[in-house]
């Protein structure tokens, strides 16, 4: 029945044709399982549409002050990836960036990963958490495609959230 509920879901949401810009779609513990797997699907349809060429933006903010890794996959590969920092109040700047053959040159940065990657990464590092000690979010955006997968201990704040962050998808 499940299975049924998510291929329904999917769906009626591939055949939407005018998505307008909307906020997050999160889901709860029990049907992250499902969403995850229809959110999938949504993945392979949208990078199958544009011949896996597409970039993805993960920002973090730290103590120093801002930055974002900007990756560019093109044929499923991630062949650059470009680090911005910034401090608060301030216009970003490039400080480095690595093509394919330097590619984790530099130790800062989000990892160099592709989508589908990110997809594997939540549902066998993340989604996995004990739920008795843990709060685990799954978000998605405007397409159903990933945009959050993370936890924290349920006893921390929001500071102490793990996982994957991803904003700006951008197909080529």
């Given at each position: 029945?499940?299975?049924?509920?998510?291929?329904?879901?999917?769906?009626?949401?591939?055949?939407c044709?005018n998505?307008?810009?909307?906020?997050?779609?999160?889901?709860?513990n029990?049907?992250?399982?499902?969403?995850?797997?229809?959110?999938y699907?949504?993945?392979?349809?949208?990078?199958q549409?544009?011949?896996?060429?597409?970039?993805?933006?993960?920002?973090?903010?730290?103590?120093?002050?801002?930055?974002?890794?900007?990756?560019r996959?093109?044929?499923?590969?991630?062949?650059?990836?470009?680090?911005?920092e910034?401090?608060?109040?301030?216009t970003?700047?490039l400080?480095?960036?690595?093509s394919?053959?330097?590619?984790?040159?530099?130790?800062?940065?989000?990892?160099v990963?592709?989508?589908?990657?990110?997809?594997r990464?939540?549902?066998?590092?993340?989604?996995?958490?004990?739920?008795?000690?843990?709060?685990?979010?799954?978000?998605v955006?405007?397409f159903?495609v990933?945009?959050?997968?993370?936890?924290?201990?349920?006893?921390?704040?929001?500071?102490?959230?793990?996982?994957?962050r991803?904003?700006?998808?951008?197909?080529?």
């Amino acid at each position: 029945m499940l299975k049924g509920l998510a291929i329904l879901l999917f769906i009626s949401i591939a055949g939407c044709t005018n998505v307008k810009q909307q906020p997050p779609q999160s889901y709860q513990n029990e049907d992250i399982p499902i969403a995850l797997a229809a959110s999938y699907q949504s993945w392979l349809k949208l990078k199958q549409l544009h011949g896996a060429n597409y970039s993805y933006e993960r920002d973090t903010m730290s103590a120093a002050g801002n930055n974002s890794t900007l990756l560019r996959i093109e044929d499923d590969i991630v062949e650059y990836r470009y680090f911005f920092e910034w401090q608060d109040g301030s216009t970003p700047g490039l400080s480095w960036s690595e093509s394919y053959a330097e590619l984790n040159l530099h130790k800062q940065g989000s990892p160099v990963k592709n989508l589908d990657q990110l997809y594997r990464q939540c549902e066998t590092q993340i989604l996995n958490k004990p739920l008795s000690h843990y709060q685990v979010t799954f978000k998605v955006d405007q397409f159903e495609v990933l945009k959050q997968c993370s936890y924290r201990q349920k006893n921390c704040s929001e500071k102490c959230t793990r996982g994957i962050r991803i904003d700006g998808l951008r197909m080529n």
